[in-house]
């Protein structure tokens, strides 16, 4: 669909030199991933559901994923997280399809249905996939940074992370490792305030996060991480500085999640006015009010991105319920590496 006033360039996009047409696309990804998170909730919770084991929500940190997927180089960049991972996978690129069977544990899923909410991969993409260990993916994604640096290709590796892991030692030893290589990584940490109950305030001594990257000599800051460009400018910085070869960088992403830990949270820990607050600071809306400003996006666009992200998602629900499971004569494969194969 045509961008709405193309005649009008907006004032102030060299912050993030995206198009127009760019911009229209990073609202509209930042609304099909909302969309397919809450109609994951739906799945999950009626009865007879086809969604179980563990399954952490994405809704309300869109710009992260989003604002990084708009400066990744595809086919050299990679990137990492945790468990939390569907919206960075979509982001990516991942068909809305292979994520929704994933979930529902069929063969047409992104990890051909074993991995589940928490392990989503797509190692063309450069996607090393959601990790359910906090903390523990974070030396692996300090070593995909090594290769980009060991095959001098300009390539970076994001690796994201929660708040919950900064106290982890793996996090400290990738950063400190990083930064004496030189190695092309960006760590971001998804700071949502709270580890599954625990708030920031209750499990760190040094309330402002960014404060750890100086321990490791490089540069680190405070990120609006509702603000989808914000998060594009720092993180291209970022990037910038270690396509150059001058190494890594700290970023912590202020954000919020809207909805509990996991599928079993029921978010006691939280009070109607904290929600409130956050749901004016919802980072859709955010941009949303931008494009419109600057005469990018007008109430019919909008409406033919909501009919579309619908589309897709009630696409990938059909697809979904349709695939079959796993052949039992699967059990064993792609589950380590084959050339440790498991048979007898
Ligand atoms: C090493 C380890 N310890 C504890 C857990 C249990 N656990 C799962 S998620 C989580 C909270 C992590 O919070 P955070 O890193 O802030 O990420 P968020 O869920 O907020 O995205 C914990 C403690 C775990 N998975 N791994
Ligand atoms: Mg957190």
Redesign the pocket.
């Known amino acids: 669909m045509a961008v709405v006033n193309q005649v009008q360039q907006p004032t102030d996009l060299p912050e993030t030199s995206l198009s127009p047409q760019e911009t229209r696309n990073c609202l509209r990804m930042m609304m099909l991933i909302r969309r397919f998170e809450e109609r994951t909730y739906r799945e999950y919770t009626k009865p007879g559901h086809h969604i179980g084991g563990f399954c952490?929500l994405y809704s309300g940190q869109e710009a992260v994923a989003v604002g990084l997927a708009a400066i990744y180089h595809q086919g050299k960049d990679y990137l990492i997280n945790?468990?939390?991972d569907h919206g960075h996978a979509l982001a990516l690129g991942m068909e809305p399809r292979a994520a929704m069977a994933e979930l529902f544990g069929r063969a047409t899923g992104c990890s051909k249905g074993k991995g589940g909410s928490m392990h989503f991969f797509q190692a063309q993409l450069g996607n090393l996939g959601g990790h359910?260990?906090?903390?523990?993916h974070i030396p692996l994604g300090t070593g995909a940074a090594f290769a980009c640096s060991y095959k001098k290709n300009a390539g970076v590796c994001f690796t994201l992370?929660?708040?919950?892991?900064l106290n982890?030692g793996a996090f400290n030893e990738s950063m400190n490792l990083a930064s004496l290589w030189k190695l092309p990584c960006i760590f971001i940490c998804?700071n949502?305030g709270?580890?599954?109950g625990t708030q920031v305030v209750r499990s760190s001594a040094e309330n402002d996060l960014a404060k750890r990257g100086s321990a490791y000599a490089m540069p680190c800051k405070n990120v609006d991480g509702n603000d989808i460009d914000a998060v594009i400018s720092a993180a291209r910085e970022a990037a910038d500085r270690a396509r150059a070869g001058n190494g890594p960088s700290y970023l912590v992403m202020n954000t919020y999640?809207f909805r509990g830990?996991s599928m079993s949270d029921p978010l006691q820990y939280r009070t109607k006015d904290e929600l409130e607050r956050a749901r004016q600071n919802d980072p859709i809306l955010i941009y949303e009010k931008r494009l419109r400003s600057r005469g990018i996006i007008d109430d019919a666009a909008l409406q033919q991105i909501e009919h579309e992200v619908a589309d897709i998602v009630n696409d990938a629900v059909l697809f979904a319920e349709n695939s079959p499971y796993p052949d039992l004569s699967e059990l064993y494969t792609n589950v380590l590496s084959e050339t440790y194969p498991l048979q007898k």
């Open positions: 952490h945790g468990y939390r359910g260990i906090v903390g523990g992370f929660g708040d919950g892991a982890q998804e949502n709270v580890a599954m999640r830990h």
